[in-house]
């Protein structure tokens, strides 16, 4: 037997039965894959909280993996509406991002760091006390806030002798609180002397990242690509709104002006899968940011207190919750390493990414409701994290049991 010319057609024959099998494998897994998303839609489309409802019509998700992304759809673009949701539409991230007024006493001795960690004791604006005071259908979605506005809300809040969990004295404690966002926001316009909404469009469009930051007015041309959003809010997690009914379209008003930084992104999935790439790798950020990002510079959301080590930001330590730092959430466990996640909300939609670097994956996902403790959107990105990093072990027997 001729060795030198056999060899050559069994290695070849080797190679392409491993690259088919490699095919099917990654078919397979995009098959499952799309069945969980076709499922999502179909368990919680409807508005029933009893029955697990989240009010959403669509879903959007993609997986950036190996440099490779694909994105699964499932659903329309609103309720009642025939049109279905494809990878070119768009929906709101959420936080993924007067002067003059006498600001509480404890406010004067808040740090930056203390704003992006969330320890800062500066409330939300938006919560269950302030609804009855503060928000109504044309303080909610018709009023074009300034940032300084929201702030004095907050302020007042403080003031008000109800704030209770969100108000401590600064880095003391931890609570998410969009106020921090905005304050961060005001103090970056001055110190580079230019509106914070011109500098981000400039970050984006220097790293290449098609995403749109809309503060301060109407998403207005994007309409047409936008996903509707609803607001149900009061059916999940926060008290009724006066004039507000369940299931009222939020995507054409002017609530956007109060989020601004904290919550004015908007794009596709793959916009974002591909926009926290380039974040953790240095494309949007400074090289030393980056390093900051990476490092420990966390806090415990158990606790609030700084990590010494972000391989201290597990589970078991964090009461479930993992770390903060810098506006990013970070996990750690021994088989995935260092998971960054983020869940952002803005009214009538949802958005989470997950990135685990060793993996070099990352799954990002956006709905169009807000469903407060009837939220099973992190559970499901999880669901569809482990299938796309698993090594397609019982993959057969996953689309038998789905």
Request: aromatic share 10%; glycine share 8%; hydrophobic share 35%.
């Amino acid at each position: 037997m001729n060795y030198k010319k056999v060899l050559p057609v069994i290695l070849m024959t080797f190679s392409l039965h491993a690259f088919a099998s490699a095919q099917n494998n990654e078919t397979e897994k995009n098959t499952i894959i799309q069945k969980m998303v076709n499922q999502y839609v179909e368990k919680y489309s409807n508005t029933d909280v009893k029955n697990k409802g989240e009010g959403i019509s669509g879903i959007q998700l993609t997986v950036l993996q190996d440099g490779k992304i694909q994105t699964f759809v499932a659903g329309t673009i609103g309720h009642n509406i025939t049109t279905p949701v494809t990878l070119e539409n768009i929906f709101a991230w959420g936080s993924i991002t007067d002067e003059k007024s006498i600001r509480p006493r404890k406010w004067r001795d808040v740090k930056i760091v203390q704003l992006l960690h969330m320890t800062s004791g500066i409330p939300n604006a938006i919560n269950a006390k302030t609804i009855d005071t503060f928000w109504n259908k044309k303080t909610l979605f018709e009023t074009n806030w300034q940032p300084n506005q929201i702030v004095e809300i907050a302020a007042k809040y403080t003031r008000s002798g109800y704030c209770k969990h969100q108000c401590f004295t600064p880095g003391t404690s931890y609570s998410y609180s969009n106020v921090n966002y905005i304050i961060a926001d005001m103090i970056a316009e001055k110190a580079k002397k230019s509106a914070f909404d011109s500098q981000m469009q400039t970050l984006l469009k220097n790293a290449g990242v098609t995403a749109y930051y809309a503060p301060l007015k109407r998403p207005g041309t994007f309409l047409n690509g936008m996903v509707h959003g609803y607001y149900y809010d009061a059916e999940y997690s926060l008290p009724p709104v006066k004039d507000v009914p369940l299931g009222f379209d939020s995507s054409n008003t002017l609530q956007w002006s109060g989020y601004t930084s904290a919550g004015a992104l908007i794009g596709n999935t793959q916009n974002m899968a591909q926009a926290v790439y380039k974040l953790f790798n240095g494309k949007i950020l400074s090289e030393n940011s980056i390093k900051v990002l990476n490092n420990d510079y966390y806090v415990n959301e158990q606790t609030g207190k700084p990590v010494s080590n972000i391989a201290q930001c597990t589970k078991k330590n964090t009461g479930n919750n993992g770390c903060f730092g810098l506006g990013v959430g970070v996990l750690h466990n021994k088989t995935l390493g260092f998971t960054w996640i983020y869940e952002g909300l803005v009214t009538g939609y949802r958005s989470i990414y997950f990135w685990a670097p060793k993996e070099n994956t990352i799954v990002s996902i956006s709905v169009n409701n807000i469903a407060g403790d009837n939220d099973h959107l992190v559970k499901f990105a999880t669901d569809v994290f482990n299938m796309a990093v698993n090594n397609t072990k019982n993959l057969s027997s996953h689309l038998k049991n789905n």
